[in-house]
């Protein structure tokens, strides 16, 4: 595979062209948490510069092909943990270092305001590409499967 033209960019105020391509995609593949990011969106939980939450879209030759958020751990009030959520990548743009822009944009983020990032992969390739990406597997928390300590 020839590696794509890649472009990541913060999310803020409205959602970018071709996310509901996107989100037709993932519930086709039975993940509606875009639907929940929709709705976040909407109510303005990403607008403002604030360290958290933060949004990305990635682009790969010029189309939305993944995105990726993250806020504070919902289900974790320590201090020091941030939560990766909404992670999707267009099926036609895996394997061409989509995940990886979107993965590098929220650890880098991520360990801007906290010592550790939390999130629950929806399935094993999810959990392999976080494990690839450094996670560690977390069994000790029912909302979470993964953390990442700097």
Known sequence: MTPAAIQTVRVTDTLPDGFERLRQEAAEEGYAFL?????????GDYAGAAD??????VF??????????ITPDPYDPAPDI????????????????????????????????????????A?????????AEGFARDLTDAQRTHLLAR
């Open 35 to 43: 639907d929940r990011l929709a709705q976040e969106i909407e109510r």
């Open 52 to 57: 958290l939450p933060v949004l990305f879209a």
């Open 60 to 69: 790969a030759e010029g189309e939305l092909a993944g995105m990726g958020g």
């Open 82 to 121: 941030a939560r990766l959520r909404h992670v999707y990548v267009r099926a036609a743009s895996r394997r061409l270092g989509v995940g990886r822009a979107i993965a590098s944009a929220l650890i880098q983020q991520g360990f801007v305001i906290a010592a550790r990032l939390s999130l629950r992969a």
């Open 123 to 131: 399935d094993d390739r999810a959990a392999a590409f976080w494990e």
